[in-house]
């Protein structure tokens, strides 16, 4: 997508892995150094050799790969065009996670919408400025749909694996350990899918406004999500 899009130009949202997939897209890190340093940092911390895999352990890892991973300038590049869904506890409703003032806060608010309770580090919740928070995909999980705060009322193209017919992956599988080959061959079949969207129109009715090498004299309406300019440049959305 990335390759076809100017995704710079594009209002991003995520939930739990999806939040942290928009927050390397803002930031502009590659998906295979993405890959490479996950492989990396799990090797050292042993990962593949513990009986219970990622169970406790996996929120450090995460932090310190985003800590590696992201530019120093990543709350400012991403200032006014991420969202990061988390669900409240102990109201347990949805909230978008939109401001972040330092590259810490930026990533403590990804690790809060990827807190699977206990699995992760132990606890039932992580914090974020005081606040407690859970996964922000446990809405998905539990209704199998995807909630309004991704959806935009419709007008973001939503990036979701269980779109995707040809991919055999379940809402549990990403808590199993991923060697990088398996990691490699994921990444393939999301290039896959997203080609086959592009192909079909998909892609273009909700990001036609960013697609790289088109000349436009005004924007398309299609994929707007709070737009941050003038009414009369809007930008297309993306959520995962």
Not at 35 to 64: C, M, N, Q, Y
Not at 98 to 109: M, V, W, Y
Not at 174 to 195: C, E, I, N, V
Request: hydrophobic share 45%; net charge neutral.
């Amino acid at each position: 997508m990335a390759q076809r899009y100017d995704l710079d130009r594009v209002h991003l949202r995520g939930a739990s892995a999806g939040g942290l997939a928009v927050t390397l897209a803002a930031c502009g890190v590659r998906a295979l150094d993405a890959a490479e340093a996950a492989h990396a940092l799990s090797e050292k911390r042993g990962i593949f050799d513990r009986p219970t895999g990622l169970a406790g352990v996996w929120g450090g890892v995460v932090r310190d790969w985003l800590d590696d991973l992201l530019p120093q300038d990543a709350a400012a590049r991403c200032a006014g065009r991420l969202k990061l869904v988390v669900t409240s506890v102990p109201s347990m409703r949805l909230r978008a996670l939109d401001c972040f003032q330092t590259r810490g806060e930026l990533i403590d608010a990804c690790l809060a919408s990827a807190h699977v309770p206990f699995f992760l580090d132990g606890r039932g919740a992580a914090r974020f400025r005081g606040q407690a928070y859970v996964d922000g995909s446990l809405y998905d999980f539990l209704w199998r749909n995807n909630s309004d705060l991704l959806e935009a009322g419709g007008e973001a193209f939503v990036l979701d694996y269980c779109h995707d017919t040809q991919l055999e992956f379940g809402r549990l599988d990403f808590l199993k350990r991923l060697d990088l080959d398996g990691a490699k061959a994921l990444m393939a079949a999301g290039a896959d899918y997203a080609r086959r969207q592009d192909e079909a129109g998909v892609l273009e009715k909700y990001l036609g406004a960013v697609k790289r090498g088109k000349r436009t004299t005004t924007m398309s309406e299609g994929g707007v999500i709070l737009p941050t300019r003038s009414v009369q440049t809007p930008e297309a959305g993306l959520a995962a």
